[in-house]
């Protein structure tokens, strides 16, 4: 009797990952004696310098991976952000290790690990709702002879643009690939120690932003960097050396190549780091707000783009727990409105479409970044409900409902920056947050969602 054939959905064959850069992880053989040695003889030319941080100022979840990897012959340090936050006194929002151990390694070690990405391949270690990346040492791609950069065919060779990251070093090699000396510090957890190959704690105790190696090669290569140098400045207050700054007025238009996704990530960031005001006027200054946004770059008033972000930075008593629809509302609104003007002196009115001036203004960049169709939509109902709370809309408004609709929360949220950034009376809007409060409904709290 022949064999019924299963009825169903046919599985499709799972996708198998790209491990090509890693073909000897099985074969490599662990030097275990490595991580017993003395942080001085292991890193000869590195600065080693004894700071004890307490582990009760340290993730525990992150010293479990750390000291997993350490116990199994691997090198394993905290790194980046994390470091620095601590030396300067604050607290870090997440915690990195970078480790001597290849992602598949780490993989086999931690069951709850999953390799991600394509240009670099990092680990994901997941306990719960907190993800906690694990790098591998890595090396500039333009120091391997064997790389090509992932440069396409045709490109210059003054093209120092990184397009693949997966070349692996050693701490030295990760070390002086990273982009600032304050951000390419290693914290060994066992020993205390804080090692330092760029001179990056003579930068902390400075309070300087200085690059590693020369500053516009460095921007050249992830002009994304341009980004990061303004927020780290304004968020830790730190000076920005005077050869870096040179730098990025030099490397601005190369913002325009770097991938857009990574610049709208930098650009979120930036505005809900509390000092965006900050970072903006740092932009301004070193001439290339319009190479990150060109869309409100040519605005008339840009004080009163100042002062909008400056109270975007108080906003929820700086909690900054609103979501993206309004961070990116707060900053295209000066130059939408001046937008709305203008469609005003030349139609005689109002344009009959009040969504005019945001798909003159926001829509080209929304469409160009990528934003996500969730939070553009959400941008476009933030401004058709500021309408209605300052009473520039021609249709009636029910107060109950109004209340009701899921973008009002963010809507009320933008409407108090508006408020006090013009120096409006605050009336209307604790009216409003009033009743959303009491019997007139719930407002749905804006979240986090896709970019």
């Known amino acids: 009797?022949?064999?019924?054939?299963?009825?169903?959905?046919?599985?499709?064959?799972?996708?198998?990952?790209?491990?090509s850069d890693e073909r000897d992880d099985d074969d490599e053989v662990v030097d275990r004696s490595r991580v017993d040695l003395d942080p001085a003889e292991l890193h000869p030319d590195a600065d080693i310098h004894e700071i004890e941080i307490a582990d009760d100022k340290l993730d525990e979840n992150t010293l479990k991976i750390?000291?997993?990897?350490?116990?199994?012959?691997?090198?394993?340090?905290?790194?980046?952000?994390?470091v620095r936050d601590l030396l300067v006194g604050r607290t870090p929002k997440d915690f990195d290790v970078a480790t001597s151990a290849r992602p598949r390694q780490v993989k086999r070690l931690f069951r709850n690990c999953r390799?991600?990405?394509?240009?670099?391949?990092?680990?994901?270690?997941?306990?719960?709702?907190?993800?906690?990346?694990?790098?591998?040492?890595?090396?500039?791609?333009a120091d391997d002879p064997e790389t090509d950069n992932?440069?396409?065919?045709?490109?210059?060779?003054?093209?120092?643009?990184?397009?693949?990251?997966?070349?692996?070093?050693?701490?030295?090699?990760?070390?002086?690939?990273?982009?600032?000396?304050?951000n390419a510090l290693f914290y060994d957890v066992e020993a205390k120690v804080v090692i330092d190959y760029v001179g990056g704690m003579r930068d902390i105790e400075a309070r300087q932003l200085r690059t590693i190696g020369v500053p516009s090669i460095r921007f050249r290569e992830d002009p994304v960097r341009i980004l990061r140098c303004a927020e780290f400045s304004a968020r830790l207050d730190f000076t920005i050396e005077n050869d870096v700054a040179d730098a990025i007025e030099e490397c601005g238009p190369e913002i325009e190549r770097a991938a857009k996704p990574r610049v709208l990530e930098e650009l979120l960031q930036a505005l809900s780091c509390g000092q965006?005001?900050?970072?903006?006027?740092?932009?301004?200054?070193?001439?290339?707000l319009d190479f990150v946004v060109p869309e409100i770059?040519?605005?008339?008033?840009?004080?009163?783009?100042?002062?909008?972000?400056?109270?975007?930075?108080r906003l929820d008593g700086g909690r900054r727990d609103h979501g993206d629809a309004v961070l990116l509302a707060v900053l295209f609104l000066p130059r939408t409105r001046e937008e709305e003007a203008l469609f005003a002196n030349d139609l005689d009115g109002p344009p009959t479409n009040p969504l005019q001036p945001?798909?003159?203004?926001?829509?080209?960049?929304?469409?160009?970044?990528?934003?996500?169709?969730?939070?553009?939509?959400?941008?476009?109902?933030?401004?058709?409900?500021?309408r209605k709370l300052e009473k520039r809309?021609?249709?009636?408004?029910?107060?109950?409902?109004?209340?009701?609709?899921?973008?009002?929360?963010?809507?009320?949220?933008v409407f108090g920056v508006v408020c006090r950034a013009e120096g409006q009376p605050l009336d209307e809007f604790e009216q409003w947050a009033r009743k959303a409060r009491s019997g007139g409904g719930r407002a749905r709290a804006g979240s986090r969602s896709g970019r």
Request: charged letters at 35%; glycine letters at 8%; aromatic letters at 8%.
């Open 1 to 19: 009797m022949p064999q019924r054939r299963a009825r169903g959905r046919k599985r499709r064959p799972r996708r198998r990952e790209d491990f």
């Open 66 to 82: 750390v000291r997993r990897l350490r116990r199994y012959g691997h090198e394993a340090y905290l790194v980046g952000g994390c």
């Open 115 to 141: 390799i991600i990405g394509r240009r670099f391949k990092l680990c994901h270690i997941h306990f719960g709702e907190e993800i906690i990346e694990v790098s591998t040492f890595r090396r500039n791609p």
């Open 150 to 182: 992932g440069s396409d065919a045709g490109e210059s060779e003054d093209d120092l643009l990184i397009r693949r990251d997966n070349v692996y070093g050693s701490s030295q090699e990760d070390a002086l690939r990273r982009d600032f000396t304050i």
């Open 276 to 288: 965006s005001e900050h970072v903006f006027q740092i932009l301004l200054d070193l001439n290339v």
């Open 297 to 313: 770059g040519d605005t008339d008033d840009i004080d009163r783009l100042l002062d909008h972000l400056r109270e975007l930075d």
């Open 358 to 386: 945001v798909e003159a203004i926001f829509g080209p960049f929304a469409e160009r970044m990528g934003v996500s169709r969730k939070n553009a939509q959400r941008v476009r109902e933030i401004w058709l409900g500021l």
């Open 393 to 413: 809309s021609r249709r009636r408004l029910n107060p109950d409902l109004f209340v009701r609709r899921p973008h009002f929360s963010d809507t009320l949220a």
